[in-house]
């Protein structure tokens, strides 16, 4: 099914690739193969697609499920379900909980509950009010989660000062948080700030402010404010780090 201009698809079961060009309006529930728009869409029901969903421009859905997702532009959702790769370049705001197998995002990406990935790579924004978990975290820009980050590998790169940094709590096996090559001067660069604990295995911090570091290894670097570390095996702290309390357990 092709639009050109401006047209309404109906809800119901397409077996076929449903292709936008202008601006279009999904009325309804659907199941398709795959959807593609270039222009606008807005749909006002739940999409699932056994393929691929791309957008060049602007969408706006309820509910999606599909294979991959693909945006360059604007793309908003209600709940966001990825069984394979999110790709975004530009914003992206999902405004109930979100899962994606792996997620490659350029610009903005907000998650307004929880958010579920098996290896997320985002250069820009992140913003999570609830808890956040994947198998592999990487981030370079400014983030924010309101509830507890927790991955295996999590690699947090901290840009300018102008962007703040904020995460309840941080639980995972390799945890790094440095300052980005990107920010041009160290002691001008961004500061995350973690309110409850960090938790992990092996563990190298650079401008973190956290009242409770536990893990095997720590390495805390310039720039933190730690109110007490725990230890098992190692710890080394630097002469450019306040840390109040320090604890062999």
């Known amino acids: 099914m092709k639009i050109s201009g401006s047209g309404t698809v109906k809800g119901g079961d397409y ?16 199941r398709c193969t795959e959807l593609h728009a270039s222009g606008s869409v807005r749909a ?29 532009g604007s793309f908003g959702s209600g709940s966001l379900s990825v069984d394979n790769k999110l790709e975004t370049s530009g914003s992206c705001k999902v405004k109930g909980a979100l899962y994606a197998d792996e997620a490659i995002i350029s610009g903005s ?58 995460i309840n709590s941080i639980g995972g096996t390799n945890i790094k948080i440095e300052i980005s090559p990107l920010a041009l001067f160290r002691k001008k660069a961004a ?12 563990i190298y911090l650079e401008n973190t402010e956290c009242p409770l570091v536990v893990g095997k290894n720590v390495i805390i670097g310039e720039g933190c404010k730690i109110g007490k570390v725990q230890y098992y095996n190692s710890c080394k702290i630097s002469e450019e780090a306040e840390v109040c309390k320090e604890e062999k357990i």
């Open 44 to 72: 006002n029901g739940y999409v699932e697609c056994e393929g691929e969903i791309s957008v060049s421009g602007s969408g706006s859905f309820e509910d999606v499920k599909a294979k991959r997702v693909i945006s360059s």
């Open 191 to 202: 500061v995350l700030s973690v309110k409850e604990s960090i938790e992990g295995d092996e």
């Open 109 to 166: 990406l907000e998650v307004r509950e929880n958010a579920k990935f098996g290896k997320a790579d985002i250069s820009g924004g992140f913003d999570c009010d609830g808890d956040t978990e994947a198998e592999d975290f990487r981030i370079s820009g400014p983030v924010t989660v309101n509830g507890l980050l927790n991955a295996e590998n999590i690699n947090i790169k901290l840009g300018q000062r102008m962007y703040k940094n904020r």
């Open 15 to 30: 077996n076929e690739e449903i292709r936008i060009s202008g601006s279009g309006t999904i009325d309804g529930n659907i």
